[in-house]
């Protein structure tokens, strides 16, 4: 099995950093929409949403890019021509009715969960974290999906914690609280969007990469202590 250095903050970050270094902008377009969107929804619906509602909006937005950016970093790891921004979406795109099938169950019951006790939601939400990268990956159904990122998280659940659960929690509470808080703060809705949209560009591509490449680094470990299979001779 991998070292669990492998899941160390520190790794990972590294080769996040690196793979955004060489998909800068193809990772950061899509993440200015998300942002400007989250704040558009924000001022556009009053009184009328619940917050929950918006929360999980935000939620299975950012599950949708991260299957964006498992499809970058697929892109990446097979070297040669990078495919374009427009190429990607497509081909992500074709996987939309898998990632909010689960992202839906990914995101509502963890929240469900966390309204009684914190832990039992953010177990749930690490448990579930690499489904989107194993529906892009592996052509996984939703509940297969879900199976497979339990899968590969069981044994390495704090580790998983510490580096996807946290990046995906740190990138949704700062989308929240621009969403939320730049208008109010600077008066001018044109100005909230812009803001929002930099938070988001700022945050989410760190997120969503690092839930890929801790992903790839389970399947890899996996498969090193996976038992070899019986000879059919």
Avoid: Q
Avoid at 2 to 31: F, N, T, Y
Avoid at 89 to 116: C, K, Q, T, W, Y
Avoid at 132 to 154: D, N, Q, T, Y
Avoid at 181 to 201: D, H, Q, Y
Wanted: aromatic share 4%; net charge positive; proline share 6%.
């Amino acid at each position: 099995m991998a070292a669990a250095s492998d899941l160390a903050p520190s790794h990972v970050a590294g080769e996040v950093a690196a793979i955004l270094r060489r998909h800068r902008l193809a990772a950061i377009a899509p993440a200015l929409v998300l942002g400007a969107g989250a704040a558009a929804i924000v001022l556009v619906r009053g009184d009328l949403g619940a917050e929950v509602a918006l929360g999980l909006a935000l939620a299975i937005a950012f599950e949708l890019y991260v299957g964006y950016a498992e499809r970058i970093v697929a892109a990446d790891r097979e070297g040669g021509r990078r495919p374009s921004v427009r190429a990607m979406l497509r081909e992500a795109a074709a996987l939309l009715p898998a990632l909010l099938a689960a992202s839906a169950v990914a995101v509502a019951l963890p929240l469900a969960a966390s309204g009684l006790l914190v832990v039992p939601g953010l177990w749930l939400f690490t448990r579930w974290s690499l489904f989107a990268p194993a529906i892009v990956h592996e052509g996984l159904g939703p509940l297969a999906a879900l199976a497979r990122s339990a899968a590969l998280v069981r044994g390495a659940t704090w580790p998983v914690a510490a580096t996807a659960t946290a990046s995906a929690l740190v990138e949704h509470a700062t989308i929240h609280a621009t969403a939320h808080g730049a208008e109010p703060l600077l008066g001018s809705a044109l100005l909230a969007l812009a803001v929002a949209a930099l938070a988001a560009a700022a945050v989410s591509p760190p997120a969503a990469f690092t839930i890929s490449v801790v992903y790839e680094r389970r399947l890899a470990a996996t498969a090193t202590a996976a038992p070899p299979r019986p000879s059919r001779r």
